[in-house]
């Protein structure tokens, strides 16, 4: 090839090669820009509708057993005070969660959901109020969550339906079983159980998982569109886990969020849909960085979709933040910044 590359045509091409390189340029200039003006942060609260979620400790509605197997009895009035719970209640005011998922996983080898405190239920019920309250119940699939055993599908289904009857002003619950991989048709079973055993009027909802990225090729942590359809449509509200991208570049984990909002929103069908967002740390856990899957970036992307459409869709309502225990001062302030105000 060198033979033709003479010095005269060599510098003939050079305009031809400067005016390409200086397209190149633009475009990655201009690429860099899309990205930048899909992280652009609204002010006044434009996209807060004041109905937002989080998901809380195990301690709030937990029983004494539980506190004793974890070696936590000295952290009871932590949860359990009047103080406690009314503290919980002006932070969730001030920072506009309506809906709390309280943690009562795992579930036994029988399907039976963790146990609570009866008393504790009812106090915390007195006093949160009118926060809606949903238990957050389910455990790992093939570990403590076997929704391929008719036996087990049956155990939880019932223990579900038995909590919402003895504590009848709980909202409802929310089922979080992971892996859970496209198309499984157990998890649907299971869904359908607990769905009849239920009583009437209570809000089933989904931790449920993204749509696929090419950027974290693992199936059995995103929903593919006909099952995540499949899911919504037997929901009453999805909370989608948009986070443990393995992500290291926080422009394109803001360019996910834009991508994967637009995506939930419209797949969700009348399912009222809570976008998940991360406030944890796990540094070192290798699919989470807590430098680019955080708060500011998570509503960065949200922000950036939103923002394009004429009016919010029907069956968005908010953002969920997981999670509560791993909040502080900075963190708050970020979300209220970044969100609220």
Known sequence: MAAWRSAAGFVRRQPRVA??????????????????????TP????????????WLQHGWLGDDLWFQNNKKVDRIPSFRS????RGLGSRLRAHHITDIFPHLCPTDQSGRIAAVDDAQVERFLDLIAPVRVIPWVGGTRGGSAHPDHPDWRQGFASSIADLLRKHPRLAGVQINIEPMPS??????ATLDEVRRAMPTGKLLSIAAYPPPTVLHPFPEVHWNERYFKQVASRADQM??????????????????MDDWTGEVLAWSGEAKVLLGI????????????????????SLAGIHAHLGR??????????????????????KWSAFDASFIH
Do not use: K
């Open 82 to 85: 009047e103080e406690a719970v």
């Open 19 to 40: 005016v390409a390189a200086l397209a190149i340029f633009i475009l990655i200039a201009g690429a860099a820009l899309l990205i930048r003006s899909r992280g652009a």
């Open 183 to 188: 198309d499984d048709s157990d998890y649907l």
């Open 43 to 54: 002010r006044g609260g434009r996209h807060d509708l004041g109905r937002n979620g989080i």
């Open 239 to 256: 909370a989608v886990m948009m986070y443990d991208t393995a992500l290291r570049e926080p422009e394109t984990y803001r360019h996910l």
């Open 309 to 330: 459409l004429p009016r919010l869709p029907e069956n968005y309502q908010g953002v969920a933040i997981y999670c509560d225990w791993e909040m502080n001062a900075q």
């Open 278 to 297: 991360p406030a944890y740390e796990d540094a070192g856990v290798g699919y989470h960085f807590p430098d680019v899957e955080n708060i500011e970036h």
